[in-house]
């Protein structure tokens, strides 16, 4: 299983950016995706998360700004970030909890990051 992140970029504050991160693979279900994000001495933290029946949630810095979407069809989760600020520079990586088919087991996987960086 592989998880394939796209999408990021350099914007001026208060611009948009949508993430795009693609499991591909011996997929038999993906239970959970999410995003995180890891700024420049900082500890990675968790951004959004998004269950397969589509229950999400948000850290409090980005709720009403960012949205997570899932399309169960394409195994893709989205991160559509809307009225960027300059302190959501980071880099942004997502991962799945995913029950593959080969072999039938249950993990955790992870992409690779992509850099969003909001200039002022």
């Known amino acids: 299983v592989q998880l394939q992140a796209s999408g990021g970029g350099l914007v001026q504050a208060g611009g948009s950016l949508r993430l795009s991160c693609a499991a591909s693979g011996s997929i038999f279900r993906i239970n959970d995706m999410a995003w995180h994000r890891q700024a420049p001495g900082k500890q990675r933290d968790l951004v959004a998360f998004?269950?397969?029946?589509?229950?999400?949630n948000y850290s409090d810095s980005v709720k009403g700004r960012f949205t997570i979407s899932i399309d169960n069809t394409k195994n893709t989760v989205y991160l559509q970030m809307n009225g960027l600020k300059p302190e959501d520079t980071a880099v942004y990586s997502c991962?799945?909890?995913?029950?593959?088919?080969?072999?039938?087991?249950?993990?955790?996987?992870w992409g690779q990051g992509t850099l969003v960086t909001v200039s002022s």
């Open positions: 998004i269950t397969r029946s589509g229950s999400t």
């Open positions: 991962n799945a909890n995913i029950l593959s088919s080969a072999p039938f087991r249950t993990g955790d996987y």
